[in-house]
């Protein structure tokens, strides 16, 4: 009777043992598949994080050559300010030639910066005042009613490069 209790005995340890292999077999497996799963989990979000910085430094580079054109804009604006009242003398002198070859230059110009993004901002007299787009230097009595909080001169002219504007045209508005 002792042998089979023995042999009981025996075959409930290899079974015992036989279950505690298979479980570390399918722990392995199962944590195999769990540094596979962290593995996958850490590419894509790298691959993630990747394509927004390809993005981020596309847009930078976008942004850093249209500042660069808005920093050079900027400087030839004053340029610009300057044909307008060479012309505006020009055209008192009544010098028809030298008048003509200025306007030619000063459309070249004009054209080539057009070109480049660079456009005026259309402001008349009578027009209503609006302080988003244009920049009150001073106001003085409106010389009629229907001129009171509307623009009377246009002191500078304003541009826009692209949609961003770089310079308010400088406007005196009625009082």
Wanted: no cysteine.
């Amino acid at each position: 009777m002792s042998t089979k209790k023995d042999s009981k005995k025996e075959k409930e340890v290899l079974d015992k043992e036989a279950a505690q292999q298979e479980t570390k077999e399918i722990s392995i497996e199962e944590q195999l598949k769990l540094e596979v799963n962290q593995e996958r989990d850490k590419f894509l979000r790298l691959f993630a994080e990747f394509e927004n910085y390809k993005k981020r430094t596309s847009k930078e580079r976008i942004e850093l050559f249209k500042t660069a054109n808005e920093d050079l804009m900027t400087v030839l604006l004053p340029i610009l300010d300057d044909f307008d009242r060479g012309l505006n003398e020009i055209k008192k002198a009544k010098d028809k030639e030298l008048l003509k070859g200025m306007e030619l230059i000063k459309n070249k110009l004009n054209n080539t910066l057009n070109q480049k993004g660079l456009s005026l901002i259309k402001v008349e007299q009578g027009e209503v005042f609006d302080v988003e787009l244009h920049e009150a230097i001073t106001q003085i009595p409106a010389p009629s009613e229907d001129l009171k909080g509307k623009i009377i001169d246009v002191v500078e002219q304003g541009y826009k490069l692209g949609d961003k504007i770089i310079r308010y045209p400088k406007v005196v508005i009625g009082q």
